[in-house]
């Protein structure tokens, strides 16, 4: 055990908390003994032992002391959530009148690095904000220019050593952001990245801020307001009741995931800090293990101190911008529950104030509800209370009227036939499709032929495309690809290879194939899309772009014909036309949803066909790992493991081939499996959860293995 973790661990019931200076006396505040709550015990230990993946939690009741925690003091990185402590720093310096939170900026473009936040997207070298301003962004966008600009201003060493002046010695921010060139502790940047904490110094920073001592009453509610603000829905706050208050701060890498917060809740006010590292999911829609672990602790977390339903009742102003439960819904509250008020108040006021129901209370809905007040003979305050709830009657759903309760409670509703003992098993998924894989044929399939969201299956024709001109000219594997930018910052699953740094084509499939690398398809499309024809109308994306997909990451509509990207989907298009491919249609070559991308489990069959005639697409789908050294700019090398994302492979018999998951596919696989010499395709689309998708195919496989066998003779 080393010297700083035995001094956190044999640290006495007291701790130097804060200095006065203005009296010259340091407080010592007594620390709450962990009292380690059995029942909450039992239901958080087992989900942190089955994420894959390091995980610290550390939980508190603020008002009882009642705590849980886990590896609690374990030093973990934490990526933007040591911005909190960066902005307790700048807080400190201020109140100590050694910084004025109310000085100009000025943004230059040196300062702008990429990653989460909006000043370098949205806003041009010369921009002023004042440093108040510049730490509301670091929180609430998790801004990385805008710390880079607060860290100018309070020096980088700052942040650690205010942070050991409060006990918290593991909590240190190395560098800053995206400037690993600037780091103070080159050991530590290796070790921990951008910063490094413990669970429990995390929670006990939240709950001197809870407490009004992480800095001053003033400053701490400041604190509390820019961590309300916080846009992070995707972890902690899933987890919570619709309308519930959380204060917190969160943080993201390809390998860690965590956040950390007060949550406001009708038992009292609870600390919660969840942190995790080298988790083996790395996907960066809201599906991975990591945030689901999050929302899942604070879940569990909100039901043990409240009770098990989580329907917190009236709105709130907290993550989903509504008031706090139990307060009038007023001017300012966002959510859905504003939107239901605004439907409802289009129907009972006379004329109809025809309010956009966009939920978005501002001055027109205010003006409407005291409309109502005045209506009804209640005091026209404009804000929505309890008799005025009470008046307005139930809300209006936005589909068809809610009916009645008793006439719900009455109505007899038909019974469908029992499970037919014969047949393919019952699965999750939306379409199947099984085929025979030494011709192709489709054998059975459900709904096999609509069209629907592909995800990373996407990925078997762009690696087909580059196989067939590999098969043509062997040479091409021992092509060299230098990753552009466009690649390195593409969303989703990656092979994690960065902007200038190159590999040869054959190791790049290997990164595109096994842990399903978005980055590797766009570099691959890149290198060979000159080779191919420009779009024409019937090779063009439908829809190219949507939303869901940046235009860093789709061709957007208009790009040019000549761009490599654009030229590569085109041909993917083609190749589905000449493959026979009805119902597939491509706008990008990896599959983060866009409009107009979608196959049919039939043709992901056919597809796989026709990709496993190319002996090299076999061998690397059936590749269970892969090392790679990658070339930088300037010389420098760098080692990479690549693990295939497609677990079956862990169980003889079966060979590949892709998996896929998005929020619109759902879980989808394609597996190749082998029994007494017979092989089986099986396609599974829009499976209910990613450990769901195997258990459909085991399922389906397993029946198809019985069609298979010759029947006994009467």
Known sequence: MSASRRALTTRPALFWLAALPALGLVLLVPRVPTCQAAGLADRLQPLAERHAGQVAISVKHLATGESYGYHQDEPMPTASLIKFPVMATAYQLAADGRLDLNQMLTLRDEDQVPGSGILTTHFSPGTRISLRDAI???????????????????????????????????????????????????ERSRQFGLGSTTAGEMLRLFELLHGDQLVSPEASRSMREHLQACQDGTKLVRGLPAGARIAHKSGATSTMRCDAGLIDSPAGTLAVCVL??????????????????????????????????????????????????????????MGELVEALQRTLNARLEPSPELAVDGDFGPQTEAAVRRFQQARSLEPTGAVDARTWEALGPLLAEEAPVPRPEVVNGEQLARQPADPL????????????????????LLWG?????????????????????LRQARERPEVLREEVVFSRRADQTGGSTAGVRAGERLSVEELLYGLLLPSGNDASVALAEHFGSRFEPPDADSAPQEPGSPQAPAAQTPAAGASAQDPLVRFVAEMNREAQRLELKQTRFANPHGLTAAGHHASAADL??????????????????????GCTLQGPGGYQRHVVWKNTNQLLGTSGYLGVKTGTTTAAGACLVSLGERAGDELLVVVLGSAAPQARYTDTRNLLRWAWLQRQPRPEP
Not at 153 to 179: D, N, P, W, Y
Not at 304 to 318: I, Q, R, S, T
Not at 422 to 441: E, F, L, N, Q, Y
């Open 422 to 441: 014969d047949g393919p098993p019952w699965v999750t998924c939306k379409a199947w499709a099984i085929a025979d894989a030494r011709s192709g044929k």
């Open 136 to 186: 509301r962004l670091m929180i609430a966008w998790s801004d990385n220019t805008a710390t880079n600009l607060v860290l100018d201003a309070i020096g980088i060493e700052a942040t650690s050593q205010r942070m050991r002046e409060l006990g918290c010695e593991q909590t240190r921010i190395h560098a800053k952001v995206f400037r690993r060139d600037t780091s103070i502790d080159p």
């Open 276 to 333: 995790t590292s080298d988790n083996r999911d790395r996907r960066w829609d809201a599906d991975n293990a990591a945030d689901q672990l999050c929302a899942e602790v604070a879940r569990v977390v909100w039901q043990h101190f409240n009770g098990d339903a989580l329907d917190v009742g009236a709105a709130g102003e907290g993550a989903a911008g509504e008031g706090a439960a139990g307060e009038p819904l007023r001017l300012g509250a």
């Open 605 to 626: 069959a056919r597809l796989s066909w026709h990709a496993l005639q190319v002996p090299l697409f076999r061998q690397y789908v059936n590749t269970r790992q892969r």
């Open 446 to 466: 459900e709904r096999q032929g609509e069209p629907l969201d592909q995800a990373s299956t996407t990925k078997i024709m762009t690696a087909l495309l580059v």
